[in-house]
């Protein structure tokens, strides 16, 4: 039955933290996410189209999203706007090549919760589904209430440099366009970056592009 859960290789889990929705029309990849995110305790349910995961949507309980699908795709852009119209906020993890800062940020503009590099590293995609989840359960409980202050306060520790950096950092430049930009080397241009990371208590770039978007440096 297509939608059904797919039988991965190996036991799953005693299920501890929630449901989770696979779409990847990949078989391998769909497996491999599955698997990843059986093992650390989610019930996950695969779909191998957008169009599988939305025709029962609305039966299914809340949980974390995870696409398998490029999101320069046509598919990929599909699901995000298909779940914007639906007023669907379950939280979604994208998947992108790794350093595809670019990528990264046309998916988090589109509404994805996080971004997860590949070659896919099994820990790391189940704690940013759990940060998702998380973050998803506390927008829940909050509705409507804003913190810019918080932000306004650490984007006020960045030096001018710094800010810049930022900038174009959600821009989705990487850091030789960033050196070339400003007239200052690539290793100059990754100490502001680690710089950039530490006082705005980022530790991925999702968190930053987040924060961005927060700040209004960034537009959906």
Not at 131 to 160: D, I, K, N, Q, Y
Request: glycine share 8%; with cysteine; aromatic share 2%.
């Amino acid at each position: 039955m297509i939608g059904a859960k797919e039988a991965v290789g190996g036991p799953a889990a005693p299920v501890t933290q929630g449901s989770a929705y696979v779409v990847a029309g990949d078989t391998e990849l769909r497996e491999a996410l599955v698997g990843a995110l059986r093992a650390a305790g989610w019930e996950a349910i695969a779909f191998p189209t957008v169009t599988h995961l939305t025709a029962r949507l609305d039966g299914l309980a809340p949980g974390c999203i995870v696409s398998g699908l490029c999101v320069e795709s046509a598919d990929g852009a599909l699901l995000l706007g298909e779940l914007a119209a639906r007023a669907c906020r379950f939280p979604v993890v994208a998947l992108a090549p790794q350093g595809d800062v670019a990528v990264a940020v046309k998916a988090m503009k589109a509404g994805a919760a996080d971004v997860v590099a590949l070659p896919l590293q099994p820990a790391v995609l189940a704690e940013a589904a759990r940060m998702a989840m998380s973050s998803w359960s506390m927008s829940m409980s909050m509705r409507g209430e804003a913190v810019p202050e918080a932000v306004r306060l650490r984007l006020a520790r960045l030096t001018r440099r710094e800010r810049q950096v930022l900038e174009s950092i959600v821009r989705g430049d990487g850091n030789k366009a960033i050196a070339h930009e400003l007239g200052i080397s690539a290793r100059t241009v990754e100490v502001h970056r680690a710089k950039v990371m530490e006082k705005l208590s980022c530790r991925s770039l999702s968190d930053v592009i987040r924060l961005a978007m927060q700040a209004g440096l960034l537009r959906a």
